[in-house]
């Protein structure tokens, strides 16, 4: 029996997924179809996969031409399975021509003719339009959001807005963005979403302002400085149908997604402790070192440590306490926040002025897990135990500035895709919102 074996994405399926499927088929006796995981796709920085796992492989057997599916969920693989399954020929389509020379030491290569004229890229713009993203703010980090939005599909930077002409104009000319404006009605009218990256004081304004006309929403951290405005902000922008994310990107990177899924499936039992560090010196004249009301330490950096606090713990700390030096304005430049949960604790440790390890420890009842610095980046972390043979590391893409997961999923939820909601809900932005209300009302004391 001659065993041919291909593998693909396989998302929106279509009439090219079909043919090259009929076609691969017909080089043998029985075609294994190999599926990629989301988790996969992403690291290999195919962002945007519309279609589940299931839906894909559901697809994939409705064609009648697979005799067996499997899943492809890393790098390498493809010489296991040619390998385990026996497999005479690896086929795909001829877009791949030369990728997978390597293959022909273990079976035949094939590369087939690419249907032409139609891709899941193409029937993901068609079925759902291209997003057009309007940027609110000038600054460093708004800087880094162009570049990253040309890795995500679906999605084009139109427009920016900044109060000052001048520095909207300086903006779209160097990012070559069509349209730069300092009227914010003008700005809205010209676009479908807005990425916010503004001074944090003025962030709730501007997602209301938005919202208001009904514009799809990704704020930077934090959202809000109160709990109750987050809600309210949460409560407009579901009456206007519209999406508000906070943009956090530690919460939508693959790595720290799969931290996330390590830590709750028990391997290191039940969690006693979380200690996260960030801390990033700056120059004295950033607004970060000079805005007595709403810069510093915390409200700058608490985001992060805050992030994998209540995703690990909860939102229900029992107490809660800050230790903070602060310079001659009052501004942090270096805190502590204890948080006590009912069976646990957790610390972050934050600072402009003071530079220490940005690691995230997390202690459990049967070992704890190390997550590498930039630990917000996360590409690495290692489960250890009392036993160091059973010690495990782990290793995932972080790839350019990181920003591409978060706006992904703000396009796939834009287009009613909910399911990514899970990896920073409402109630944990305003459980954010409330932290950064509690200490800002401390400092003020
Ligand atoms: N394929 C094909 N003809 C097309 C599109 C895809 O023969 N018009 C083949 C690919 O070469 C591959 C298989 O179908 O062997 C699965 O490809 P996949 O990457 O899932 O599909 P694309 O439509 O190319 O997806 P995308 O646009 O997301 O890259």
Redesign the pocket.
């Known amino acids: 029996m001659k065993k041919v074996i291909?593998?693909?994405?396989?998302?929106l399926f279509?009439?090219?997924?079909y043919?090259?499927l009929q076609r691969a088929k017909a080089l043998g006796d029985y075609l294994i179809v190999g599926v990629t995981t989301e988790g996969y796709d992403a690291s290999r920085g195919?962002l945007n996969?519309v279609d589940s796992i299931m839906e894909r492989i559901e697809h994939v057997k409705q064609t009648g031409f697979a005799d067996e599916v499997i899943i492809e969920d890393h790098v390498g693989q493809k010489v296991e399975d040619i390998q385990r399954y026996h497999v005479d020929v690896f086929?795909?389509?001829?877009?791949?021509t030369g990728v997978f020379d390597y293959l022909k030491k273990y079976c035949q290569v094939v590369y087939?003719?690419?249907?032409?004229?139609?891709?899941?890229?193409?029937l993901?713009a068609r079925n759902y339009g291209i997003v057009r993203l309007g940027i609110i703010g000038a600054g460093r980090i708004a800087r880094r959001m162009v570049p990253e939005a040309k890795y995500v599909s679906g999605l084009n930077t139109e427009s920016i807005y900044h109060p000052k002409k001048e520095k909207a104009q300086a903006f779209a000319e160097k990012f070559e963005l069509n349209n730069a404006y300092d009227d914010m009605d003008a700005f809205l009218e010209s676009v479908d979403a807005v990425y916010i990256a503004s001074p944090h004081e003025t962030h709730a304004g501007y997602i209301q302002k938005a919202l208001k006309q009904e514009k799809h929403v990704l704020c930077e951290k934090p959202l809000a400085l109160k709990g109750a405005q987050a809600r309210q902000l949460f409560d407009l922008a579901q009456a206007k149908r519209c999406v508000l994310m906070e943009g956090i990107k530690t919460a939508y990177c693959p790595g720290f997604i799969r931290l996330l899924g390590i830590v709750q499936s028990g391997e290191i039992g039940d969690v006693r402790d979380v200690e996260a560090c960030f801390t990033k010196l700056e120059k004295p004249d950033t607004r970060e070192l000079t805005d007595p009301l709403y810069g510093g330490s915390f409200t700058e950096l608490a985001s992060y440590p805050l992030l994998a606090i209540v995703k690990i713990l909860g939102k229900d700390p029992q107490s809660l306490r800050f230790e903070t030096f602060a310079d001659e304005k009052g501004i942090d430049l270096y805190t502590k926040a204890y948080l006590r949960y009912e069976n646990s604790l957790a610390t972050v440790k934050v600072g402009l002025g003071v530079k220490s390890e940005g690691q995230l420890i997390i202690s459990g009842t049967r070992g704890y897990i190390v997550v590498d610095a930039p630990w917000w980046k996360t590409k690495s972390f290692e489960a250890r135990f009392e036993d160091s043979a059973m010690n495990e590391k782990y290793f995932s893409k972080f790839l350019g500035d990181g920003l591409r997961y978060e706006l992904s999923d703000f396009v796939s939820m834009i287009h009613g895709f909910d399911g990514k909601n899970y990896k920073l809900t409402r109630d944990e932005s305003v459980w954010l919102a409330e932290m950064m209300d509690r200490f800002l009302e401390e400092r003020r004391r």
């Open positions: 291909t593998y693909g994405s396989f998302d279509h009439e090219g997924h043919k090259l195919k996969v086929t795909v389509g001829s877009d791949w087939l003719e690419r249907t032409k004229g139609i891709s899941s890229t193409m993901r």
